[in-house]
C-alpha cells in the first residue's frame, strides 16, 4: 500500500484525485493547498507519492518539489498541471519529479499515471 498525498490549491482537483485513486494500492494521507503546507506534512506522513500542482500561492510546485526531494530523493512525485507549458514540466521533470499529467485529465488517465509512477 503506497502513501499517497495530494497537492493543489483547487478543491475540484483535489476532489477529481480522491475519487479517481485506486484505493486498493493507495492509501490517502494528507492533501495540501500550497507548496509551503505540503513540506510541513511531507514531514509528518512522509508519502511515497505525491500529485504536484505547479502553480499555487506562497511557494510554486517547482520550489516545493526541490525542496522535498532533498529531504526524501526516493519520492515520486507527479506533477498534475494546466500548464501546456512542456518546459516547465521538463523543469520539474529535472527537479526530481517522476510524471506529467496535464489538466484536463479523465480518471483513467490518473490511475494509469500513478501506475506507471510505481513501476520503476
Do not use: W
Not at 514540466?89 to 510524471?99: F, K
Amino acid at each position: 500500500m503506497y502513501k499517497l498525498m495530494i497537492v493543489d490549491d483547487s478543491n475540484i482537483i483535489r476532489n477529481r484525485i480522491q475519487r479517481a485513486y485506486d484505493s486498493g494500492k493507495f492509501m490517502l494521507v494528507a492533501t495540501a493547498t500550497s507548496g509551503v503546507q505540503a513540506i510541513e506534512k511531507f514531514n509528518i506522513h512522509r508519502p511515497d507519492v505525491i500529485t504536484m500542482d505547479l502553480t499555487m500561492p506562497q511557494m510554486d510546485g517547482l520550489e516545493c518539489i526541490e525542496k522535498i526531494i532533498a529531504i526524501d530523493p526516493d519520492v515520486r512525485i507527479l506533477v498534475v498541471s494546466a500548464l501546456s507549458d512542456k518546459a516547465t514540466g521538463i523543469e520539474a521533470l529535472s527537479l526530481g519529479a517522476s510524471g506529467f499529467l496535464c489538466k484536463p485529465f479523465s480518471e483513467e488517465e490518473l490511475v494509469e499515471s500513478l501506475y506507471e509512477l510505481m513501476q520503476d
